[in-house]
């Protein structure tokens, strides 16, 4: 059964274009997260919701953009793609600061999205 | 930056023990030793994690040595679909904040 489901699978943008990509879980967990992964690099947190709260990375450009409108869903928004935005998109999640041991914290990952901008 | 090292690439023949190493000698003491891997065009996947002593699961064995400076990630029988980028991250454990991915082994199994 699949944990975290990202939607859609494949994405092609124009420059300039916004876009959105979403990401959704069926783990009922409290942390949501966006990476990037760029060709043959490994993945790099672009930011964070821990439960409601947005945590952004310092270097995150403001063309990203998230929102969480409850605990299953979690989106990505790119408002003005770039050639250099063209990437692996993963929504990751985990279950953080609640009783129930150290496994609590794994983060699960979901497929991906890959972005291309024309 | 990550706080690991581990070799670029290795190869290993099917139905051996892969074992992959890592580095990690600042390893502070509240930090465990999590291993992912990534399969092409899969997202990451969680294999195991350890403090100090040695951990087993259906997937993997994962070795610390006794100065928690390196690990040793073993898959006991390995198979062609264990071929992907293997992470060694360490990190405290319960806590919300980024997993930091180093470079990774990119494991060949071979025929």
């Known amino acids: 059964d699949a944990m975290v489901i990202q939607n859609p699978r494949y994405q092609v943008t124009q420059f300039g274009k916004p876009v959105t990509l979403s990401c959704s879980q069926t783990?009922?967990?409290?942390?949501m997260y966006w990476y990037q992964q760029k060709s043959s690099q490994a993945p790099k947190l672009l930011f964070h919701?821990?439960?409601?709260?947005?945590?952004n990375e310092a270097d995150t450009p403001d063309n990203f953009q998230s929102r969480r409108p409850n605990t299953s869903f979690c989106f990505l928004d790119i408002r003005s793609p770039g050639l250099g935005d063209a990437a692996m998109y993963l929504c990751?999640?985990?279950?953080?600061?609640?009783?129930?041991?150290?496994?609590?914290?794994?983060?699960?990952f979901g497929p991906g999205t890959r972005l291309t901008v024309l | 930056d990550a706080k690991t090292t581990q070799p670029t690439s290795m190869d290993c023949a099917e139905g051996r023990a892969a074992n992959l190493p890592c580095n990690h000698s600042t390893i502070s003491g509240n930090e465990y030793v999590y291993w992912y891997r990534q399969i092409h065009s899969q997202g990451p996947q969680y294999i195991i994690h350890?403090?100090?002593n040695n951990e087993t699961n259906e997937m993997a064995s994962l070795i610390i040595t006794e100065d928690r400076k390196s690990s040793t990630l073993i898959l006991p029988h390995a198979t062609l679909r264990d071929t992907a980028v293997y992470y060694c991250i360490v990190r405290v454990p319960n806590r919300d904040d980024k997993i930091i991915f180093g470079k990774g082994t990119r494991l060949h199994i071979l025929p």
């Open positions: 990751a999640t985990s279950r953080v600061g609640l009783a129930g041991g150290l496994n609590t914290d794994t983060q699960y």
């Open positions: 350890g403090l100090k």
């Open positions: 919701y821990y439960d409601k709260d947005f945590n």
């Open positions: 783990l009922n967990h409290n942390v």
